[in-house]
């Protein structure tokens, strides 16, 4: 009798837990997320902003296990409405837009640091190449909504964007540019139907 109690118990934890930790799959709001840009050079810098085109992010339970974005790379917008600059960095010294029209990242393994503190992990893909990226990351779920912030660091070169790179070209004086530049990243997506 103790036995088959046990088992009963083990057969009921099991069925509990299987049925609180299913996926929940969220879509990422492309109107309420936000995505903005920051790039250094010897002189200064510039920032700006770029529009997400589609995304979602996967949770089982409060944790995220899985998701994508794309980013609308023709939208690249200078915060001081620089058109000239906006036309260089669309041009293909910079992003190629007319060839490349969308950036994409996919998450390959998220790992929990406590609370709604994340490291993840994925592949970010710009100008049709693919190089893995590493970033902490803010990572809220409520009941039926997500919100994931984080600041990513890219490698510009990595991505055959060496326009004025100090590694690549010698004597730029004041005119080279960081080959690191910034993407805060704010995703907020509700639960999809």
Not at 44 to 49: C, L, W
Not at 80 to 90: F, P, V
Request: hydrophobic content about 35%.
């Amino acid at each position: 009798m103790k036995h088959l109690s046990i088992v009963l118990l083990i057969a009921i934890t099991a069925s509990l837990t299987a049925f609180t930790l299913k996926d929940t799959g969220y879509k990422i709001d492309s109107q309420k997320s936000k995505i903005t840009w920051l790039g250094k050079k010897v002189t200064g810098q510039h920032a700006g902003t770029i529009n997400l085109s589609e995304g979602t992010l996967t949770s089982k339970g409060k944790k995220i296990t899985g998701g994508s974005f794309a980013i609308d790379m023709t939208s690249l917008k200078d915060e001081g409405a620089n058109t000239r600059l906006e036309d260089h960095l669309k041009s293909d010294d910079f992003f190629s837009t007319a060839k490349h029209p969308k950036a994409t990242f996919v998450i390959s393994s998220i790992e929990s640091k406590g609370g709604d503190q994340y490291a993840v992990k994925g592949k970010l893909t710009i100008k049709g190449i693919t190089n893995e990226v590493e970033f902490p990351s803010t990572i809220q779920i409520t009941k039926d909504q997500v919100i994931a912030k984080a600041k990513i660091i890219v490698d510009r070169t990595k991505f055959d964007i060496k326009f004025r790179s100090g590694n690549f070209f010698e004597n730029l004086g004041d005119k080279a540019i960081e080959d690191n530049f910034e993407l805060n990243v704010e995703l907020v997506g509700s639960v999809a139907p």
